[in-house]
């Protein structure tokens, strides 16, 4: 959660505007006004996308992981305990 807040804060600090406008006056007297907005993206998103998108990645990795070693150890308990109902049907 803290790092999808961390995208969302770069991205509204990340985009930039500039605007200027000029104001030009003939001989006449007439005036004529144009104004011009470029609009930036700075490119530090990608890197923060990529950065999320890794951590991400090595959670799975991590929870795989978990699950493998989950598995393994209920395996081993089952088989455990399967070789204790069979000592104790043969004892009878």
């Known amino acids: 959660m803290k790092a999808i807040l961390a995208v969302i804060i770069i991205l509204a600090a990340g985009c930039t505007q500039k605007s200027e406008t000029t104001t030009e006056v003939s001989a006449t007297g007439t005036t004529e006004t144009s104004t011009t907005t470029v609009s930036a993206t700075v490119p530090s ?48």
């Not at 795989?64 to 209920?74: I, K, L, Q, S, V």
């Not at 089952?78 to 069979?86: R, Y």
Request: no cysteine.
């Open 45 to 92: 998103i990608d890197t923060a996308a990529a950065e999320v998108k890794r951590d991400v990645q090595e959670a799975g990795k991590d929870v795989a992981n978990a699950a493998r070693d989950a598995t393994h150890a209920t395996g081993t308990a089952l088989e455990k305990a399967g070789k204790e109902i069979q000592k104790k049907t043969k004892k009878q």
